[in-house]
């Protein structure tokens, strides 16, 4: 039972998602001005804050553990640092495959000092809108966790969503773990819109 105190965050949350998605589109041109406060309404009362993506592939074990699962996103309309933070376990736009999506941890924003194990390289600070990301499976090298060691920094802006939920089998799932503020506020988000047979349903199949 979600409480009183939840629901009103998470409504919170959701308007205020409503009004950054409707402004992203008023700006993109794809709605006018007159029709904004319809694509706000709209998404409060019919929108959804999460959706599911599909995950393959070990970059990011033992945090999300398995080869597939499915997992439930927070979206995120217009990023910047306050709405994702380092820590956080986000879905990017792969920078080398048009369409693809990649889930790594955000692990630098912009204005943190890169320094690399090779004192060979030169250390380097992250300029504005950019940021670093990184596979959590240590065991991968960089060519094969395909993270920001191969590719470089990518745009804050390519991040859509943040992961707040794993399942790799019906029996094996729970909550990913992310920094503190990213938890604090998807915590009403997950009590509302967690739907544990829905992803069930949209595993993988082998």
Not at 93 to 99: A, C, I, L, V, W
């Amino acid at each position: 039972m979600v409480s009183l105190s939840t629901w009103l965050r998470y409504i919170a949350h959701k308007f205020e998602y409503s009004v950054s998605f409707s402004w992203q589109n008023y700006k993109g041109g794809h709605i006018t001005e007159k029709q904004v406060s319809d694509s706000v309404w709209k998404n409060l009362l019919q929108g959804r804050l999460t959706y599911v993506h599909l995950n393959r592939g070990e970059q990011m074990a033992p945090t999300i553990p398995g080869q597939s699962g499915t997992l439930l996103v927070r979206k995120i309309p217009a990023t910047d640092p306050t709405r994702v933070f380092v820590g956080d376990v986000v879905v990017v736009r792969d920078p080398e495959k048009s369409g693809h999506y990649l889930i790594r941890r955000l692990s630098a924003i912009e204005g943190y000092e890169m320094v690399s194990k090779d004192e060979k390289e030169t250390p380097f600070i992250l300029d504005k809108d950019e940021c670093w990301v990184l596979a959590d499976n240590e065991a991968l090298n960089p060519k094969e966790a395909n993270d920001s060691r191969t590719f470089g920094p990518v745009r804050i802006g390519n991040i859509v969503g943040r992961v707040i939920y794993y399942m790799q089998t019906a029996v094996d799932h729970g909550p990913v773990q992310n920094s503190h503020f990213g938890m604090q506020k998807d915590s009403p988000v997950l009590a509302v819109e967690l739907d544990v047979d829905e992803m069930a349903r949209r595993m993988p199949k082998e």
